[in-house]
């Protein structure tokens, strides 16, 4: 019995690198790695794999960067709408947080593992997030390498019902000129309370999840970066901190090794409308470092 334990627990320790370094590869060949490292270099803390996995879907679908991996102009300009999307709106980490901000053991959004066999989008996510044999057209469009069902099984493992909500959180007629406190209002706009519990917070889009895994952990994602924007926080464009923001965004722009950050990390000069509502969620302290503590702007470099 002794020897089946020893071997059991050797098994597991095989086993756990390999998932790590299978999930870290998946953001390696999208190209998004720069942004996760960037983000724990501002913050100390890592993100969500499968947000930023999100965020890069939404470049590539709505901002039309295809190829983002071919380097040269194209792939900086998708790392570069990617970091303002993540500027303006905030991160999720993969695990829930408790009412203090720091780390449960209960799985939120989570990593992206495209070994997982339940996982129908797996085949599909490389070319979806990364733009992988998008075709390019001289009119300078392109057109997915993707079929519209591959597509909707991307979609919905971003916990979605329809493609068009991730249209309107992330982007709009005139996105590029906007500043983050305007971008961030796309997304507040559009994503109501997670768990209204007023009639007020109720929203036409509140039946955009998933009624599955993938849904519960998107409207866990978007809890977090709500908390964050109505905190004190780089995130909440009225607290003053807005030069945070900016550091915050060229720190992961020098991640990703690219020119000039300050050139489009701007600062937010129009405020964020700020609702107050709801319960308090009592600070249920696991001990662990805080999410909340760790973007108030003093960790951005």
């Not at 590029?176 to 559009?190: I, V």
């Amino acid at each position: 019995m002794l020897y089946q334990v020893k071997n059991c627990v050797f098994v597991v320790l095989l086993i756990l690198p390999f998932i790590a370094t299978a999930q870290s590869r998946f953001l390696k060949t999208t190209n998004l790695e720069c942004v996760a490292d960037g983000i724990e270099n501002a913050t100390g803390m890592y993100p969500s794999e499968k947000y930023i996995a999100l965020v890069g879907f939404a470049v590539q679908r709505n901002h039309r960067y295809s190829k983002s991996t071919s380097g040269g102009d194209s792939k900086a300009t998708y790392l570069q709408r990617v970091i303002e999307i993540i500027q303006a709106n905030g991160f999720c980490t993969a695990n829930k947080i408790d009412g203090g901000g720091r780390l449960t053991k209960e799985l939120g959004y989570g990593t992206v593992d495209t070994s997982v066999r339940s996982n129908k989008a797996a085949p599909f996510l490389p070319y979806a997030v990364a733009g992988l044999g998008a075709r390019e057209f001289a009119d300078g469009t392109t057109q997915s390498a993707l079929d519209s069902k591959q597509m909707k099984q991307v979609v919905k493992y971003f916990g979605f019902k329809k493609e068009d909500d991730i249209t309107d959180i992330f982007y709009a007629p005139g996105w590029a000129s906007m500043d983050p406190g305007q971008r961030q209002n796309l997304f507040r706009e559009h994503v109501g309370s997670t768990s209204p519990t007023r009639p007020e917070e109720r929203t036409v889009n509140s039946g955009m999840y998933t009624s599955d895994d993938n849904g519960e952990g998107l409207k866990d994602c978007f809890s977090q970066l709500k908390q964050l924007q109505g905190r004190d926080s780089l995130f909440n464009f009225k607290n003053g901190r807005r030069s945070d923001s900016r550091k915050f965004c060229e720190t992961i722009a020098r991640a990703c090794y690219l020119d000039e950050p300050s050139t489009f990390c701007y600062q937010s000069a129009v405020p964020v409308e700020v609702r107050s509502g709801g319960k308090k969620v009592p600070d249920e302290s696991s001990g662990g470092p805080s999410l909340f503590d760790a973007v108030r702007g003093e960790g951005a470099k």
